[in-house]
């Protein structure tokens, strides 16, 4: 078995990159002496020269050529394997757990997530669904790390941390088939002669009824699947489904001014989590 060094190979790639010995030394902070010495024992190990000193410059050989693309791989991996133990060194926990209620959906999260998987390539990351009192209880008992969701009506525990993100705009959407699809300006009176599709949670709390004849479900994306084909309208976040209306698969429709309604959208979390560099990043990224 070849017994090379990481060293030995950094010295390799850097004089090969750089085109002289003097050159990689500068670039890696060490004397011209000692980069000449590993490449020297890089070669005595392999059995084979790397370069060709016939010449003022060291030129890469035939050999030398062939093995450069796959030390820089190994010197790539490793460079990996140490952003990913660092990483975990700075992380109190290996996994990001973050409860997100439907209405949070349309904040854009992510470019959010993508950063962070770039920061932290190590980290694991777990979106949890529960409605808006779990989560607070999720997140005050240290279940998850993170809730998204609108404000519960209950104060909150004084140990969580809360902050205003948005206000939705909830309309009225509807199927192109449906009977209202090619009413002009639709009344409350008139919603209310339809079957209507509610979200309503585990805990059985319903958001914003307004038909005696409803249909409950607690996925978003649930609803989204009844209202399309055709089964009862809902009152939905309007930039949530913004392609489906550009794309004709859904309607919105025109309302009366009462039936204007917003919904706030908060994140919660634990001040003391801020020490994770990870929980930190995401809360600190998340400022609407």
């Not at 890089?42 to 370069?51: A, N, P, R, S």
């Not at 009225?172 to 009344?187: E, G």
């Amino acid at each position: 078995m070849k017994k090379y060094t990481l060293e030995q190979l950094k010295a390799f790639s850097a004089a090969a990159e750089q085109g002289s010995f003097s050159a990689a030394a500068r670039k890696l902070g060490k004397p011209q002496s000692v980069i000449s010495t590993q490449i020297q024992y890089l070669e005595i190990e392999l059995g084979f020269d790397l370069f060709d000193r016939s010449r003022r410059n060291p030129v890469l050989t035939s050999r030398g050529r062939a093995i450069l693309p796959e030390v820089n791989t190994l010197l790539q991996q490793n460079s990996w394997l140490d952003q990913i133990t660092d990483n975990l060194l700075s992380l109190d926990d290996s996994l990001l757990s973050i409860a997100v209620e439907d209405v949070a959906l349309g904040l854009g999260l992510e470019q959010v997530v993508m950063d962070l998987s770039q920061r932290f390539p190590a980290l694991q990351l777990e979106f949890l669904h529960p409605g808006t009192d779990e989560i607070v209880e999720m997140v005050a008992n240290e279940r998850c790390h993170i809730g998204l969701m609108s404000l519960p009506k209950k104060a909150l525990p004084d140990t969580l941390k809360v902050r205003h993100l948005k206000q939705g705009r909830l309309a009225v959407f509807v199927a192109p088939n449906h009977p209202l699809a090619k009413t002009d300006r639709v009344s409350l009176a008139e919603l209310k002669k339809h079957r209507q599709l509610v979200i309503r949670d585990r805990q059985h709390l319903e958001r914003h009824r307004i038909s005696r004849d409803a249909w409950f479900n607690e996925s978003l994306f649930s609803i989204v699947q009844l209202v399309r084909i055709g089964l009862g309208w809902s009152l939905l976040d309007e930039q949530m489904l913004e392609s489906e209306v550009v794309s004709g698969r859904l309607v919105k429709l025109e309302t009366d001014t009462m039936l204007e309604i917003t919904e706030p959208v908060h994140m919660i979390w634990k001040a003391k989590s801020e020490a994770n560099p990870a929980i930190l990043q995401f809360v600190n990224a998340l400022r609407i």
